[in-house]
């Protein structure tokens, strides 16, 4: 085995031209003492944020973009962007002479692990779904020179295996992305001994997700046949409407003829009591402490899709399991809160304890996840409509990144019945059990309500599997505004049961029979509660509305 080491390579990224441009400047090589070889080239880009330029398709790197590199037909390693070069250890098979094969996909994670097929092939899947932030430019290219021990040097040119498309966005929804569906949104890479190997277009969520606002939006489209007609809807669950056909789409291509999007018409929403209506937001509350050496910033987001949650796993450092026991984290330092250390802050969550307004001088933010059964969980009054409530405090500070500018709030236990149980027109049958790729949970309809073409539905809690949607077809349940409320399970102390099978959201409303508890909506396999209660101290989901 050989290790080819510090691989930094020279590329800059073209969309629209034949081929991309490239910059062979070696800054520095040499061989370490081991025998790993170290070779540096400059990036000619100077390290840019990715961004597409629309009128020459130009596309460049930022910090964290990563390289794949493949050899004989096998993964060898990664090269991740340090602002200014690719880096990373790479590991050969094989004897000499054959080219290395370097495959950058866009900044994207892998969906799962790397997959070995029955002849041996090497393969890495991602999804380009979420086009909000950067592009997801899919390319790839062979190394100019021929792998050997006693080389030094390696350039390459990236060669594009996706188009950029103009989108004319117009949008009732001010803050929230665009989805706009019917499109391949899934590309896996098949790798090949001494060639650039194998792509497979496919749905994932059969979507691109492109920034809030009217307007030209650009995104990355995968090779396929022209689509006709399709729905879009913004990503705040607010309105839905359509996209116009969508040609077809080749490797390389620059399609700026524009195809419209439309998504003005509101969606009903959910009635909670007479005449009240909410909508929910895109994804379970989620809190987040990143930083290092000391440097900490919390943050509030909702998570990226309404199928998401962290479970007891959820990245290096990041899952509900790494709560302090002895105290709790907090979003502002106050007179009545613990300063966090750095793994609470650390320790990203979306299972949180109750606040409480009550004890005394004691004040509990429902932000804070004290993991005991204290008196600070104790008190008789209700938190709706106060600071006490996830979405009325963190609306109050603006915090939420990604909360659309709307103000947000907890369904109380009253409006949880009226909205599963009893008081909306057919509530009942409007909420089952159901699953959504691999994720279980609770599907909710809003009051009016079309089912859409090749999805099914039915009013079910006796189990998870009578309600089994692909991602694709969710994506046009979500469009017609159906809700999804992942089975995250229950955090107790550090310890995380459930999750994947069963669902607890908290309400705002304090459990009559104890002062300790609050009510909550309970869910799994055969058994559905919307107004149940437990301790305040035990670690739920949060849905809010607005």
């Not at 700026?256 to 009635?271: I, K, P, Q, R, Y």
């Not at 909670?272 to 509030?300: E, I």
């Not at 399991?321 to 300063?339: P, Q």
């Not at 106060?386 to 659309?404: F, P």
């Amino acid at each position: 085995m050989k290790k080819l080491g510090l691989i930094l390579m020279s590329v800059a990224l073209v969309l629209g031209m034949a081929q991309c441009k490239k910059n062979n400047d070696v800054i520095t090589s040499g061989v370490t003492g081991d025998g790993t070889r170290t070779i540096t080239l400059k990036v000619n880009d100077n390290g840019s944020k990715i961004s597409v330029n629309p009128n020459t398709g130009a596309v460049g790197f930022t910090k964290g973009d990563v390289i794949y590199a493949a050899y004989n037909g096998r993964y060898a390693g990664k090269l991740t962007h340090d602002g200014t070069d690719f880096t990373g250890t790479v590991t050969t098979s094989g004897s000499d002479g054959a080219k290395l094969t370097f495959y950058f996909m866009g900044n994207k994670t892998p969906s799962g692990s790397l997959t070995t097929g029955a002849s041996g092939t090497q393969a890495l899947t991602v999804s380009i779904f979420d086009q909000t932030e950067n592009y997801p430019v899919i390319s790839v290219g062979l190394s100019n020179e021929d792998y050997a021990s006693g080389t030094d040097t390696y350039t390459a040119t990236l060669n594009n295996q996706c188009a950029l498309v103009k989108f004319d966005v117009t949008t009732s929804s001010a803050y929230a992305p665009t989805i706009i569906a019917g499109v391949k949104d899934q590309v896996s890479v098949t790798f090949a001994a001494g060639a650039i190997g194998s792509y497979t277009y496919s749905q994932y969520r059969g979507a691109v997700k492109v920034a809030g606002g009217s307007g030209d939006r650009w995104a990355i489209l995968l090779p396929q046949d022209a689509a006709g007609m399709g729905v879009a809807y913004s990503g705040d669950l607010c309105y839905n409407g359509t996209h116009g056909m969508i040609p077809a789409i080749t490797e390389n291509g620059y399609l700026t003829a524009g195809v419209n999007v439309n998504v003005s018409s509101a969606l009903e929403g959910f009635s909670v009591a007479s005449g009240t209506k909410v909508h929910f937001a895109p994804g379970n509350l989620q809190y987040l402490g990143t930083g290092t050496s000391g440097a900490l910033t919390p943050k509030w987001r909702f998570a990226d899709n309404q199928y998401d949650y962290m479970g007891n796993g959820y990245g290096t450092g990041s899952n509900n399991g790494n709560v302090s026991i002895s105290g709790y984290s907090t979003y502002n330092t106050g007179s009545n809160e613990e300063t966090p250390t750095t793994a609470d802050m650390q320790a990203a969550r979306d299972l949180l304890g109750w606040g409480s307004s009550g004890g005394g001088s004691i004040v509990t933010y429902p932000y804070n996840t004290k993991s005991d059964n204290g008196s600070i969980y104790g008190g008789t009054s209700d938190i709706a409509g106060t600071d006490m409530d996830w979405g009325v405090y963190l609306s109050k500070s603006n915090a939420i990144q990604n909360g659309y500018g709307k103000s947000w709030r907890t369904l109380t236990n009253t409006e949880h019945g009226y909205l599963l149980s009893s008081g909306r027109t057919d509530a009942a049958s409007k909420r089952g059990l159901g699953e959504v790729g691999t994720y279980q949970g609770l599907v909710i309809l809003p009051d009016d309500w079309t089912l859409p073409a090749g999805c099914s539905f039915s009013a079910t809690t006796a189990n998870y599997t009578t309600n089994v949607y692909s991602l694709a077809q969710w994506t046009l349940m979500e469009a017609n505004g159906a809700v999804f409320l992942p089975a995250a399970g229950y955090r107790n102390g550090s310890s995380v049961y459930r999750a994947g099978s069963g669902g607890l959201y908290w309400s705002s409303s304090v459990y009559s029979s104890n002062a300790d508890s609050a009510y909550r909506v309970y869910f799994r396999s055969g058994d559905f509660d919307p107004q149940d209660g437990n301790y305040r101290y035990y670690g739920y989901s949060v849905r809010l509305v607005f």
